[in-house]
């Protein structure tokens, strides 16, 4: 039996609940893991890939960046934004990341825009990294 249970929730709506042995996220300081019984904390959370692993079987959401919450073996995220792998369009991926990274490439770090555009173009690469998983 899971030693997880795992909610995933956008301000659209509930992406899924799960159990699971393991899941992996992409913080904002690094990618980290958790397992059964870890410290209860609290993440931010960096567009990226977030791994959910029961019974040896992975299944991978591409989130837009959020927080993460962990207490009593339950895992909440709360992300800007989450996709199930079968759920993306990765020719409006492809479109997003071509696009965003034009204009990044058009804009310094002291630019008011560049920090939106780079959180564009993360979110771009985790929903194409997943669609290729």
Same mark, same amino acid.
């Given at each position: 039996?899971?030693?997880?249970?795992?909610?995933?929730?956008?301000?659209?709506? #509930?992406?899924?609940?799960? *159990?699971? !042995?393991?899941?992996?996220?992409?913080?904002?300081?690094?990618?980290?893991?958790?397992?059964? !019984?870890?410290?209860?904390?609290?993440?931010?959370?960096?567009?990226?890939?977030?791994? +959910? +692993? !029961?019974?040896? &079987?992975?299944?991978?959401?591409?989130?837009?960046?959020?927080?993460?919450? +962990?207490?009593?073996?339950?895992?909440?995220?709360?992300?800007? &934004?989450?996709?199930?792998?079968?759920?993306? !369009?990765?020719?409006?991926?492809?479109?997003?990341?071509?696009?965003?990274?034009?204009?990044?490439?058009?804009?310094?770090? *002291?630019? *008011?825009?560049?920090?939106?555009?780079?959180? #564009?173009?993360?979110?771009?690469?985790? #929903?194409?990294?997943?669609?290729?998983?």
């Amino acid at each position: 039996m899971a030693a997880l249970t795992l909610e995933i929730v956008t301000p659209e709506r #509930r992406v899924a609940t799960l *159990q699971a !042995d393991e899941v992996r996220a992409p913080g904002v300081l690094g990618g980290f893991g958790i397992r059964k !019984d870890h410290t209860p904390f609290m993440s931010q959370l960096a567009p990226g890939r977030l791994t +959910v +692993v !029961d019974g040896g &079987s992975e299944v991978h959401y591409a989130i837009g960046g959020g927080f993460l919450q +962990v207490a009593d073996n339950k895992v909440l995220v709360l992300a800007d &934004s989450a996709e199930e792998r079968e759920e993306i !369009d990765v020719d409006r991926a492809r479109r997003a990341f071509a696009e965003s990274t034009e204009r990044l490439r058009n804009l310094t770090e *002291q630019d *008011q825009n560049y920090p939106t555009e780079a959180a #564009r173009v993360r979110r771009a690469t985790a #929903r194409l990294e997943v669609a290729g998983k």
